[in-house]
């Protein structure tokens, strides 16, 4: 990589993991769309998908009692089909497809977190958790974030911020280990360099994975979705304007 690259990424990196130690949530979101512009979404998805994996790791491990295991439970069976189903969709279509479904993926999630006004909490169905969970792989499976549809799913369920930051944390962190073995099975984590990159970047991820959990107690929910979803629209819209001129 040049150095523009390189200090792109870094930027990149350390507005995506702030997001995620405030919320648990939102770092693929913000980095793979962002990342997509400048570096091939075959490469960027293997990368997100192990650092994603690391900090889930971290946070889960920090918070881990207050993790809702029986809601992780509920979703991981489904989870397992739609990361194989999205993993194969990944090493088949072409580059302007991909980046078109992740365009408006991330437009579709960044417009509902933008208009969706914060409201009395009312705990969904469980029957919910099954497309949900099915969605869910899939999309981690295609593009290294799945988050939308679990933190739809589980910001219905689970009421207090603390308890839903751990538990998507820790569902990150087991999802990841899927999509780890089906992205060996596939050879997409077979080269050195991805693996190399996760390194180099281990201490950017760190220092804004503090720094947002630092954050994270004076913030609303309400105000964490605002503000994610501005950036995802942004974002996203970008990602749309790169698929149309491949």
Known sequence: MTQPDILY????LLLAYFVRGISG????????????????????????????????????????????????????????????????????????????????FILAFALRSLLIEAGTFEPASTHWAYPA???????????????PPYVIYLSHRIEDKSSLRATLSGLFFLEGLIRIVTFLAVGLLHGGEVWLNCLFAAPIIIAALYAGSHVHARLSNAQMTRLIGALLLVSGASLLVKAWLI
């Open 9 to 12: 990424a870094v930027g990149v």
């Open 25 to 104: 949530f939102g770092s693929g979101l913000i980095a793979v769309p962002l990342l997509a512009l400048r570096f091939p979404l075959p490469e960027v998805v293997p990368f997100m998908l192990i650092t994603d994996f690391s900090a889930s790791a971290l946070v889960g491990g920090v918070t881990f009692k207050q993790v809702d295991w029986a809601e992780i439970r509920r979703l991981l069976p489904l989870s397992l089909v739609g990361v194989v189903i999205g993993t194969s969709l990944l090493v088949s279509l072409p580059p302007a497809v991909l980046l078109t479904i992740l365009a408006v």
């Open 133 to 147: 969970a099915l969605t869910g792989g899939a999309v981690g499976g295609l593009f290294g974030t799945g988050g």
